[in-house]
């Protein structure tokens, strides 16, 4: 349950338009969320019952738990 997961993953955009796809879980999988972030925006989310998985497009410093990442532009 959200309220019950302490971890989150925070998203910082590196360039305009930047997306952040939240993903359902169960045995359907498809986006059910879609965030837009501009340079220097953040977006700190969890992982919930209704979300499984998180997409990220476009360039941006990802930070969880696992360590830090930087996704990229195509
Ligand atoms: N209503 C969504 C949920 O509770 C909100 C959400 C949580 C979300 N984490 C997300 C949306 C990650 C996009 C990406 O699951």
Redesign the pocket.
Same mark, same amino acid.
Do not use: K, P
């Given at each position: 349950m !959200?309220e019950k997961n302490e971890e989150y993953v925070i998203i910082k955009a590196k360039e305009d338009g930047v997306n952040?796809?939240?993903l359902t879980r169960g045995s359907d999988t498809r986006f059910h +969320?879609s965030?837009k972030l501009d340079t220097g925006e953040v977006m700190i !989310?969890?992982? $919930?019952e +209704? $979300?499984s998985a998180?997409k990220v497009r476009g360039h941006a410093q990802i930070l969880t738990a696992f360590g830090e990442v930087e996704s990229e532009r195509k």
């Open positions: !959200a952040v796809i939240g +969320h965030e !989310a969890q992982f $919930t +209704h $979300t998180i």
